[in-house]
């Protein structure tokens, strides 16, 4: 029977909210670690011989910090990856809206030369190519009209009024969280054998 493993430090338990929604204070409080993480850049964490961003690393200094504010590090991490969540959805929209934009534009290019174009055969191959675009307009508007699920749209609101922040600080918000040590390799090991 294995042993349970022992619980993280500082990681008390946390029960989300059965909505899934961020409430201001969370979202104000996690800005404020990717900032000072930010501002720290080239700290080490406590105790650590470690460097910073060093994969054997047992915690990422946003963690660190989250922890040296007095946070709930599971609530952080929650409140983190909602704001990944949240942000990846926004990201998604304005990606289609653009999509979607350049389609309509190539469309309405391509419509202007089969309407100019000199003979059968090239109107027939602008034809193809105006379907096959249409097709593809079709499909990202199906697409844009699949709605995030009510909590997702919900923390988008939330962390709008702090995009700018995220954004000084979205390098930070990039990096993977580090929960364990990764195993050790010897120098020598070759993968695939």
Known sequence: MPTPRPAEPGRVAYRPP?????????VEACVGVLEKVKLDEGRRPA????????PLSLESLDVVVARERGLNVSEYLWVRERVLEAEAAALSERLMAGHLTMLERTLAELRTRRAAAPDEGSKKLLGEQIANFEAEANRTRREA?????????????V????RARLEAAGDVLDRPVLRGAAPARSPDAVPGK
Not at 47 to 52: E, F, H
């Open 47 to 54: 105790g650590s011989a470690l460097a910073p961003g060093d």
């Open 18 to 26: 059965a909505d899934g929604r961020l409430t201001r204070a969370q």
């Open 145 to 157: 009209r699949e709605k995030e699920p009510d909590a997702v749209r919900a923390n988008m609101k």
């Open 159 to 162: 962390i709008e009024p702090y």
